[in-house]
């Protein structure tokens, strides 16, 4: 029988504490394709990453068959299928699932992350496969946390490459830097989408789209960050009583201060004090 790939790869088994605790290798490994060659899987509780070294091929999902060439990368989801073709090329992959990775990828399509992408990164890809690989295959004792650190690595320069707010900057017609700033520098006063829309003169249906995409929350969600991140320094380094701190972070109702602290923070605000002082 004709030989149509020739590949080296290791299958991985991570302990219990690995698959309950951490993102964990499947498999790991180097495919070449000696000549056109069809893969495809369906429905596997699994994530996939791989990144063509040389040659060419098409991956095929989401309904939509998408061509690949050198230094093209791939990050799927293989809950869905997908099927890909390879010409001549030289691949390296991870397969890897368990922790919160399902969370990380939604977010990572939230923020307009890309199925495949170019890179100028190849190196460093294919040298931290090759790590996860040698770590796979060795004798390492907490060899789960090391492969699990070299995954994250991963996982940040995929999110790094892919997710550009500088771009989606320069397609906005306004400055969105200007707008966070004045939330910033008036978190603690009354602030509403139709202010900032006459105030900066822009549709409040647009500016709620753009600030989430340039900053991955909505604005509200941004102003009780700021609010709550300076309660909580008051908590601890001042000796205001719990409804001045309220005060002081825009909130008047001290009720209503303590039931949004412990929905963000999952305590109450005295609480969260007595634990720091």
């Given at each position: ?81 997908y099927?890909?073709?390879s ?9 890897f699932?368990?922790g ?13 992350g ?10 460093e ?9 040698l ?11 090391t492969?699990y ?8 320069m ?7 707010p ?7 017609k ?13 978190y ?10 006459n ?5 409040k ?11 991955g ?7 009780v ?10 908590l ?18 001290p009720n209503y ?12 605000p ?7 002082k």
């Amino acid at each position: 029988m004709t030989q149509i790939v020739e590949s080296k790869r290791t299958q991985y088994t991570a302990s219990s504490f690995g698959k309950n605790s951490l993102i964990y290798l499947q498999e790991v490994g180097f495919s070449k394709a000696l000549k056109q060659h069809i893969s495809s899987r369906d429905y596997m509780a699994s994530y996939l990453f791989f990144i063509v070294l040389e040659g060419s091929g098409s991956l095929t999902y989401n309904n939509e068959i998408i061509k690949l060439k050198q230094n093209d990368c791939v990050f799927i989801d293989c809950h869905k299928p997908y099927k890909h073709s390879s010409d001549n090329w030289n691949i390296a992959f991870i397969h890897f699932y368990g922790g919160n990775i399902k969370d990380i990828y939604n977010k990572y399509l939230d923020r307009n992350g890309k199925n495949v992408f170019n890179t100028k990164s190849s190196i460093e890809y294919n040298q931290l496969i090759n790590d996860i690989f040698l770590i796979a295959q060795s004798n390492d004792y907490i060899k789960d946390m090391t492969i699990y650190n070299k995954l994250i690595n991963i996982l940040h320069m995929i999110m790094s490459e892919t997710i550009y707010p500088e771009d989606n900057k320069r397609n906005n017609k306004y400055d969105l830097n200007e707008i966070k700033k004045y939330l910033d520098d008036n978190y603690t006063q009354d602030i509403s989408l139709d202010l900032l829309s006459n105030k900066f003169y822009i549709n409040k249906y647009y500016l709620t789209r753009a600030f989430k995409d340039n900053y991955g929350q909505t604005i509200n969600n941004y102003l009780v960050s700021k609010k709550i991140t300076k309660a909580k320094e008051l908590l601890r380094f001042s000796d205001l009583d719990i409804n001045q701190i309220g005060i002081n972070c825009g909130i008047k109702d001290p009720n209503y201060f303590s039931r949004l602290f412990k929905k963000v923070e999952g305590i109450t605000p005295k609480e969260y004090a007595r634990l720091w002082k």
